[in-house]
């Protein structure tokens, strides 16, 4: 293992693997063309994405034999060392550029709990640009990888507008404790702030505070081999702000699957019938129709 990357030099470093990784072929970005979709308060930036019409849905899905993409995984395709325990790299078939996995050494199962050694890590990418981690908990939740690997992507997430698309929800949120919900999203989910601390406390207190989302939100864990596993698969948004945690019902709605970018603003799809259903039923409906109902507030 080489030395971890210095602090302030993985932006750089992300620009110019990018660049290899397009002229090698290693790196292969899908195009898309985007329109944006104004539902309860959110400008919901929506991706038309061609490739995704071949890929079947997940109850359809033929089974095949496993193989890990992280082991080995694509040395043209390596950011950096982040820690002992974890690697960056770029993803392969990526929708928005510079689009970073956060993926440990050894294998995990995704549906394992995040742990403090990856919320170190992921954190320490984190704070070195402009940008929204997300985690997919399982496979219901948008999860098409086993292995666990946290994910990055540079704001803003579309061409206008927020940078954030549900970043005026966010703003808007008043907690009456460290962990509260924000009003205008209809479905199940546990929201909350982070203190500004010391990056040696940084993540300490994003595990602390991701154990009491999934308690608030009713995500149980259960020992898996000797490792704690959710009960319920859900998805994970995380700024060094903020940290945001919805449990999920089902991998997609009328045909669109939905990962963590939807809770964020951002949605893909696979034709413009799909679009046309999604302007027609509304986003926050389709995000709804995933998640768990919104339990009332005592």
Request: hydrophobic share 45%.
């Amino acid at each position: 293992m080489s030395t971890p990357f210095q602090r302030g030099s993985l932006w750089s470093t992300v620009v110019a693997r990018t660049e290899h990784a397009l002229a090698c072929g290693a790196l292969r970005p899908i195009d898309t063309v985007q329109t944006v979709i104004d539902d309860g308060g959110v400008s919901f930036v929506v991706r038309q994405v061609s490739s995704l019409s071949f890929k079947p849905p997940l109850e359809a899905a033929m089974p095949r034999p496993f193989v890990d993409p992280f082991l080995p995984y694509d040395p043209d395709l390596f950011i950096a060392d982040v820690s002992g325990t974890h690697v960056a790299l770029l993803n392969k078939f990526n929708v928005l550029d510079h689009h970073l996995l956060i993926v440990t050494r050894a294998f995990e199962p995704q549906d394992a709990l995040i742990t403090l050694a990856d919320f170190d890590a992921w954190l320490a990418c984190l704070g070195e640009f402009d940008a929204l981690g997300f985690y997919n908990g399982g496979r219901e939740a948008g999860a098409s990888q086993p292995h666990k690997h946290m994910q990055i992507v540079p704001m803003p997430l579309g061409d206008r507008g927020q940078p954030l698309p549900i970043g005026p929800l966010i703003e808007a949120a008043s907690l009456d404790g460290p962990v509260g919900m924000l009003p205008r999203l209809p479905f199940e989910h546990a929201f909350a702030w982070l203190a500004p601390v010391p990056p040696e406390q940084a993540a300490m207190q994003a595990l602390d505070c991701y154990h009491r989302l999934l308690d608030a939100a009713g995500v149980r864990a259960a020992p898996v081999m000797g490792q704690l596993h959710h009960s319920t698969p859900y998805n994970l948004l995380l700024t060094p702000r903020w940290m945001l945690l919805v449990p999920r019902s089902a991998e997609g709605a009328e045909g669109v699957s939905i990962n963590s970018l939807g809770f964020a603003g951002s949605l893909f799809v696979k034709n413009a019938e799909q679009r046309d259903a999604l302007q027609r039923i509304g986003p926050m409906t389709i995000l709804s129709r995933v998640s768990l109902p919104r339990r009332a507030i005592a």
